[in-house]
T-cell receptor, first 113, second 115 residues
Framework: DARVTQTPRHKVTEMGQEVTMRCQPILGHNTVFWYRQTMMQGLELLAYFRNRAPLDDSGMPKDRFSAEMPDATLATLKIQPSEPRDSAVYFC???????????FGPGTRLTVL | GDSVTQMEGPVTLSEEAFLTINCTYTATGYPSLFWYVQYPGEGLQLLLKATKADDKGSNKGFEATYRKETTSFHLEKGSVQVSDSAVYFCALSIYSGGGADGLTFGKGTHLIIQP
């Protein structure tokens, strides 16, 4: 049963530290999405890639967040420096071009102290 | 921009009751519509979807019909179970050249089913 995997599942860090979250999309999926979930804002799209090219990162704070796809099996979301307001659950999802269904990973719960 | 509005909870029902969770949307294009479910501590799971007007999505006893005239996609189930307790998200995406854009979500509806 193919699944999206995310690491780490939980991360506690101190303000100012760098945080890197990783996502492995389902094999054969060419579109990868990053979402953030908070109690106040709900689920927000941060960025997404198709065929490893960034298509939209308008939801991402540009000064501290960056998203990349070094290869087809790995997507990364980096926060540097982290701030307490970045505390949230970060979800990765993947999908096939030509389809509109997205499959979500279990999320990374980030706490910035 | 695109948006999704759904009734916020919590919604508390007794087991075997009829469920309706309302969802309406605004979109500039022709969206596909989805219901996702999130159980405590887990990611989102696709429950059902519909890609064009009058389509009905169904899964695990849940149903929703894409109503373009009322811009709605209400979720229904005839007889809920305790195991249906979760948070339900209505969402839309627009299909542009090459694939779907990111999902726009509603705020989520927390459903609690009591035995």
């Amino acid at each position: 049963d193919a699944r999206v995997t995310q690491t780490p599942r939980h991360k506690v860090t101190e303000m100012g530290q760098e945080v890197t979250m990783r996502c492995q999309p389902i094999l054969g999926h060419n579109t990868v999405f990053w979402y953030r979930q908070t109690m106040m804002q709900g689920l927000e799209l941060l960025a997404y890639f198709r065929n490893r090219a960034p298509l939209d990162d308008s939801g991402m704070p540009k000064d501290r967040f960056s998203a990349e796809m070094p290869d087809a099996t790995l997507a990364t979301l980096k926060i540097q420096p982290s701030e307490p307001r970045d505390s949230a659950v970060y979800f990765c999802a993947s999908g096939r071009g030509g389809e509109n269904t997205q499959y979500f990973g279990p999320g990374t719960r980030l706490t910035v102290l | 921009g695109d948006s999704v509005t759904q009734m916020e909870g919590p919604v508390t029902l007794s087991e075997e009751a009829f469920l309706t969770i309302n969802c309406t949307y605004t979109a500039t294009g022709y969206p596909s519509l989805f219901w996702y479910v999130q159980y405590p501590g887990e990611g989102l799971q696709l429950l059902l979807k519909a890609t064009k007007a009058d389509d009905k999505g169904s899964n695990k006893g849940f149903e929703a019909t894409y109503r373009k005239e009322t811009t709605s996609f209400h979720l229904e189930k005839g007889s809920v179970q305790v195991s249906d307790s979760a948070v339900y998200f209505c969402a839309l995406s627009i299909y542009s050249g090459g694939g779907a854009d990111g999902l726009t979500f509603g705020k989520g509806t927390h459903l609690i089913i009591q035995p």
